[in-house]
């Protein structure tokens, strides 16, 4: 029926276009469109490698006089011990701030700041990375700065002094932000006490010295360590020569990570309740995932596409969202990490009164992925999806840069890129179901909320209460930010 | 209607802009420009390569075009334009809108009995509800979910999105450079034929949206701020709107919104990206120039009247603490604007005034910054600090500093390095804003909407004339008790 209304209009619109223009368009399934080749950028022509071994990829870009570069270095929090948490934060402020042998932190940023220029660093779990933006006029000054802050930070006191008073005051307000509690609590609850998931107390933080900064930075920052990416508006031959000045200088050294445990606890299933006097229940339900290098990450990432992660096309949002006006922001995320299993949730933000409702509706799409197989018209989305935005990877060509020097510093096989298209067709119907059985686990469900108790635990009419009807109630004591230890 | 008949205007706007000083470079910003019969403009920034184009439209109208009691309307309407048309998201357009009929009259009734009387008729309200439900389920079969959000993903819609501030609405998708059509087709149909399907759900998803907000440290206070320093102009309320005109808008008022403001005169598009400017504008013609020309819309009347008065405030909750002076500033355009925003310039940032003191010498906070953002109609200056608790540190003390530094602009003005650097840095950062495409068009977007987006050349130009002399010269103009708010908030686990 709706295929006959539509091929009529479209018919009605070819033949009286002229005049009907006026206020009638037809489907966009209607629509032709011409055919479209793209052949993704290949990492290979873009790798450099320099002196002493410091790899790059790098690409000419002269269409803006600007360039951008970035060191992205194989190291992170996760190499942090327990008892100076928060030297990351330390070393995210200070690698610049603290200045370097010959330049004090002061006159770098005026420098930078008169040309124009920005320069950055941030110290993620596993990498860490300065990135530094330029006129392509200011190049060479750039260079020196940049180098002379991987290879020579002297992470002065003063540097010290005002970053531990930043951090320790930013410290303060880290339980009053729901969502920043509910994801830091629901990892803690998945990995336990491990690296992952440290935090820096006042204590931690003011344990960190510049000793512990200089070992940290001679430990880690050497050429072979390091990854550049880079693009922007210079010679790419003439640019390897000014960095080679620069690594032929800087030497290697022998590097061994500390190994750590992959062994999580199994937390109990059950409901984890977080007490915050707000007006609605902020929400995690979910368990360990898996790592992105895992055979099956493609097919993963269709079905949660289909389950919570496309949006608007997607079941939770259609179910939870916009049939029932529940939440603003709900759906399912795999999350990922590298070495270790990610994360596999559900989440929703509702008003108190409705949100075992909510729950009771997201477990619901939990368990129909797992039981049917999606239909036509979901795959044809998703696998679409997929293929057709895939040249949007590219669209920066300082991202791609960055992207495959990740590929690289992770292991990852370098035709990722070149595969990515087949391994999405390659997704069926049963493979879907398939990965959400092997993917979603409702008997070991973590439901975490943050909210206000009592009416969260009252409910309304769809759902009346008490949460336990959803698992044990588990409630979860937050720690004083500053000592870490539980306050009453 | 032939279109070869119709009077065009097809204007090429090709700029070179040549960066001052020796040895620097030249950059290039080239916007074309196509306006249709019907008053809707087109600009077009090709840039040959990955074959992706952003394809953006822009109506001139926020929540600074709403009244009391229709508060957070643009941002409703911006949420309905995803609810389908007339066309998309129904599989029975008359069917479907006979349901709709019927939901609308009861939710009339409801809204009556529940906003219009002090004891309404519980009973009866339930009762309607209970219809609306059985209705609402009825409809749902008629109903194909988000259509015109799964047809823009399943043909690589990416950057799919769109947001509403004060001033300006826009909706945003970037496509492969062969389906572009697709965007012109699916826009010009909800500018034309929108239909405002499951409108009370969607009311209750944007409550929802509000509580996220209100749930955000500080949220509360900094809305009160804003409404005590616009006192009478719209810029008073945020974009958000009052929880209360959430509850009780109708369905009426948004119709009647999308009628005056969603008409093609009173919009453009921007497409960034790998396309060939001639087909896009045969297309544009053929979608966007269907569309009538709507009546012309009433520039926004009330301005922002003198404040003559010293405004203080002081707010406890979650989050950190603040000081906060805000002073009004004329709005963009005016000729003390590139003064006022290369003052923000030198008072911000890591090297930046505030910071240097405030913050590294005297200790007293650890973060300093100010803004300039003049806006469309009326304009703020402000200044935001959080004070360093482990200090000990007194508001008004922090409050005191932020004087002492005004002061000394007032006094002897700015340094000749200071001044070239945030000219340096507010050019460089222009340069930086023509890399991604998103932004491209963004920027370039809106820019049209106010002034054209040839502003953007011009502003540039503007600022590199002004002085020291005029920076002391509009800080000794604003910056004074009688056109200033101080908002002072501090942290406290109550709420």
Redesign the interface.
Known sequence: ??KTIILIFGFLFLFSA??L????????EN?K????Q?EPPQPASFRLVMANGLRGYIQEQR????VNISAIINTGSLYVPKDKAGLEAILSECLI?GGTKTRTG?AI??RL?????TINFSVGERTATLSL?V???DLDEGLDIFFDLLMNPEFREDSLK?AK??I???M??IN???SLVLSREFEKVLYGDCPLTYEATKATVEAVNQADLKAFHRKYFFPKNIILAGAG?FNRNQLKTKINKYASKWANQPLNFPSISRNFPQPEPGVYFIQK????G?INIGHLGLEDTNPDYFAVQVMNFILGG????SRIT?KV?????????CGSRFTYRWGFPGTMAGYV???SSTVGYAISLILKEFDRIRQEPVSEAEM??AV??F??????F???PARTMINFANLEMQGKPMNYYTTYRDKIKAVTKDKVMEAAKKYIHPDKMVIMIVGDYEPCNQGSDKFPGPLDRLGKVHRVKLLDPLTGQLVE | MNFKKLMTVFLTGFFLLVLAGPGRAQVQLEVKEHVLPNGMKILMIPKPGVPRVVCHIYYKVGSINERPGTTGSAHIHEHLMFKGTKMMGVTDYAADEALNRQIDDLMNKIYREKYWKRDGDQAKIADWQKQVDELAKAEKKYIIKDDLWGTYMKNGGTGLNASTSDEVTGYYVTLPSNKVELQMLLEADRMMNAYFREFYSEKDVIMEERRLSENQPGYYFNEQVRAAFYAASPYHWDVIGWMDDLKKVTKEDLIEFHNKYYVPNNAIAIYVGDFKPEAVVALAEKYFGAIPQGAEVEPVRTGEPPQYSEKRMYGQGPGMPSVQLWFHIPPDGDQDIPALNLLASILSGETGRLNKSLVKEKDLAIRAMAMSRPQWYAGAFTFNIVPKLQKGAKPEEVEKAVWEEIDKVKADGVTPEELQKAKNKTEASFIRSLESPMFLAMRVGRAELNRGWRSLLTDLEDMKKVTSDDIKKVAAKYFVKDNSLVAIYSRSQGR
């Open positions: 029926m709706k002229a005049s223009l006026t206020a009638q368009v037809t489907r966009p629509l469109f011409p055919p479209l793209f269409s803006l006089p600007m701030k002061s940023e005026d700041d008169f040309l124009g220029g933006s006129l392509s006029k005002l008073g930043k320790i005051e930013q303060r307000g009053d932000n729901p508006d006097k707000i007006n609605q902020y496309g949006s608007f096309t259609s969202r916009s049939d029932e006006g529940l939440a603003y922001n933000q509702t008003k044809e989305t679409n999806y293929l057709e935005s895939f040249a949007d590219f669209q920066s």
